[in-house]
């Protein structure tokens, strides 16, 4: 468990988590008709996460005796879950109604976004494709179209087709390219 334990620290998994404890626990003063506040919580989340995303030392994660592919992978998909499922879980045990569904959805398509941008541009600046997307959700005109729903699928619904089916496209385009890839030097 010892390695477990060390990859978690190299990673910044304890400060990832503590920020996404943070935001979630002061967006519980959101309402619930609402759903710019949880959005922003995993926003959040999904950016600290992506923070782990590189290495201390990318040439040692290269020629580790370790596969990397699949703990990659696993390393996005479980950070994914983490963001997906702790906002609401704080909401239930706050006693105020929460969207599970929509948080998963939209915490899925995130940290493959992230994923997408520690392949691109490493682990550094990995959480510039979450931001740049969100903030573009937050400030686009209203959906009308389908490429409008594709474009701020973050917002809309959860029986929205064009939104599922972009998180969907998001999390395993980034999740894969992240963990064959690796992040950026």
Do not use: C, N
């Amino acid at each position: 468990m010892r390695w477990l334990t060390l990859y978690a620290r190299s990673r910044q998994v304890p400060a990832s988590l503590a920020v996404l404890l943070v935001s979630a626990l002061a967006a519980l003063a959101g309402g619930a008709e609402d759903p710019k506040p949880l959005l922003l919580v995993l926003a959040t989340g999904a950016m600290a996460a992506s923070a782990g995303l590189g290495g201390q030392d990318l040439a040692l994660d290269r020629t580790a005796a370790l596969r990397w592919v699949p703990r990659r992978g696993a390393h996005v998909l479980l950070a994914g879950a983490v963001v997906g499922v702790l906002p609401p879980a704080l909401r239930l045990l706050a006693g105020a109604p929460a969207t599970a569904a929509f948080a998963v959805r939209d915490a899925a398509g995130l940290m493959g976004l992230a994923a997408l941008g520690a392949a691109l541009w490493g682990g550094q600046y990995a959480w510039t494709l979450p931001f740049t997307w969100l903030a573009f959700t937050l400030f686009a005109p209203p959906a009308t179209g389908t490429p409008t729903r594709i474009a701020s699928w973050m917002l809309m619904p959860t029986g929205t087709v064009a939104a599922t089916w972009t998180a969907a496209a998001l999390t395993v385009a980034g999740t894969t390219a992240y963990a064959l890839a690796g992040p950026r030097r």
